[in-house]
Each structure stands twice: as structure tokens, then as C-alpha cells.
């Protein structure tokens, strides 16, 4: 009975920034709970390492390559997705830009770009996936916030915004979509070393800092995501939707 709580064997998941970091983590996370996994992302051959990487563990696991930044094709790259393996019954939005540049220098192209692909990309490609997940009557979103969600850091003025967006947009999904039963909730990782962290990862005295912050003394290793995406993914979190979750090792707790 527990472990079936938290299979995800016969259903389609969708993960968006699966090529690497956080993204990538969370599909393998989903391949190894029994999902079938449609791997989204820009880079075309770091995808192709994820696909591989997937099939070797499941068989089964399929990549669209596209621009998600780009709102407009967004409803065409959901009908590739469902194309590949079924409609999904998961979505996970874990594609993600941050510019670190401070208020002074952003421009308006860094600022749109950052805003599309962090909270309006989430927004339409649910919205296009979201019927089919209503027609089965059971669904998941998993929407990646962010400690910025919450704190303000430098240079993170588009990055913050985008993330606070996601956290409330989190709760608008929640309440438009889980009484059809798709539920939608938020993972907000903290310190974990990524591309989008390399700066702050390369400079050993700020991660020191980033993990004496913490109230577990550490920054995030890929794999503590692992337990939290399949819980918000699984029937395990059939009773919470609108929530967003820190995995932060305590972080925002101090």
C-alpha cells in the first residue's frame, strides 16, 4: 500500500529543463518511480544524453527540443509532447533563466525573456495540458519556485520576480484546476549546485556562507529534490495542492 502511494508506474510525466541541473534530476527521479518521461529543453544533445540516460533506466522516455521562451509556439510544443508518449499526466516546470544582472544594467529584453520562460511558459503549456489531465479526472503540476520566491538576493531583480510570480501562480493553478482533480503545487530548492548557481559555487567562501545559513550546516544535493518531486508527482499528495515546498535544509527557518 505505501509504495503504491508513491508509483508513478502507468503514467506520463512531462519535465521542462530536463537536459540538466534540477530538471534533470527530477526526470530521472520520475524514470526510476515507473513514469514514462517526455524530456523538454533547448540544447538539443544534452537532451539526447537525458533520453539515453532514461531509456537505459526504463525504456521508456522520449525528448522534444524546444524554446520555451518563445510563448508563441508554446501551444504547438504541448501537441509534440503529447504526441510522443500520450498525453501527460504529470507536468513538471523546471526550465528556467536567470540573468544576474543588477537593477542598473538589466534591459527589457533580459527582463521579458526571464518572465516568459520562468512564469508565463508554466502558465500556457498547463493550460494546454491540462484538459486531458481534467478528462481523466487526476493530474499533477509541479512548478519550480525558488528561494527568491521569498528573499530578495543580488542581481536577482528579473529572476526574483519571475519566482515570486511562480509561487502565486502556483496557488491560481491551484484553485482553477484542482476540483477537476489536478492538483498543483511548487518545489522552492535552495542552495544546489547547478548551471544557474555556478558563480555562486565558484566562489567557495559564498557557498560556505549559502550553508552556514542553512539549519541542516549544507547546500542541496540533486538527489534531496528526489523524495519531494515523486511525493508532489504520486498519489501520496492527493490531499495538497496550492503548497509550496522548501527544500532549503532549513534555510528560510532561520
Given amino acids: 500500500m505505501t509504495a503504491a502511494l508513491f508509483s508513478l508506474d502507468g503514467r506520463v510525466a512531462c519535465v521542462t529543463g530536463a537536459s540538466s541541473g534540477i530538471g534533470r534530476a527530477i526526470a530521472m527521479a520520475l524514470v526510476r518511480a515507473g513514469a514514462a518521461v517526455v524530456g523538454v529543453a533547448r540544447r538539443e544533445a544534452l537532451l539526447g544524453d537525458w533520453m539515453d540516460e532514461a531509456r537505459a533506466a526504463s525504456g521508456r522516455a522520449a525528448a522534444v ?15 509534440q509532447i503529447s504526441a510522443a508518449l500520450g498525453a501527460p499526466d504529470v507536468l513538471v516546470n523546471a526550465a528556467g533563466l536567470n540573468p544576474r544582472k543588477s537593477a542598473e544594467t538589466l534591459t527589457s529584453e533580459d527582463w521579458q525573456r526571464t518572465l516568459d520562460l520562468n512564469l508565463s511558459a508554466p502558465f500556457f503549456l498547463a493550460q494546454a495540458l491540462v484538459p486531458a489531465m481534467r478528462a481523466k479526472g487526476w493530474g499533477r503540476i509541479v512548478n519550480i ?5 521569498e528573499r530578495a538576493f543580488p542581481k536577482g531583480i528579473a529572476y526574483g520576480a519571475s519566482k515570486g510570480g511562480v509561487a502565486q501562480l502556483t496557488r491560481a493553478m491551484a484553485e482553477a484546476w484542482s476540483g477537476d482533480g489536478v492538483t498543483c503545487n511548487a ?5 544546489f549546485q547547478t548551471e544557474l548557481t555556478a558563480t555562486v559555487f565558484e566562489d567557495a567562501e559564498a557557498a560556505d556562507r549559502m550553508a552556514a545559513q542553512t539549519c541542516v550546516g549544507r547546500n542541496g544535493h540533486l538527489e534531496d529534490l528526489t523524495g519531494p518531486a515523486i511525493f508532489l508527482a504520486s ?17 528560510t527557518a532561520k
Fill in 187 to 191: 518545489l522552492a530548492p535552495g542552495f
Fill in 235 to 251: 498519489p501520496a499528495s492527493d490531499y495538497v495542492t496550492g503548497q509550496v515546498l522548501y527544500v532549503d535544509g532549513g534555510f
Fill in 145 to 149: 519556485a525558488s528561494l527568491q520566491s
Fill in 65 to 79: 527540443a524546444a524554446d520555451l521562451s518563445d510563448i508563441a509556439g508554446v501551444a504547438a510544443v504541448a501537441r
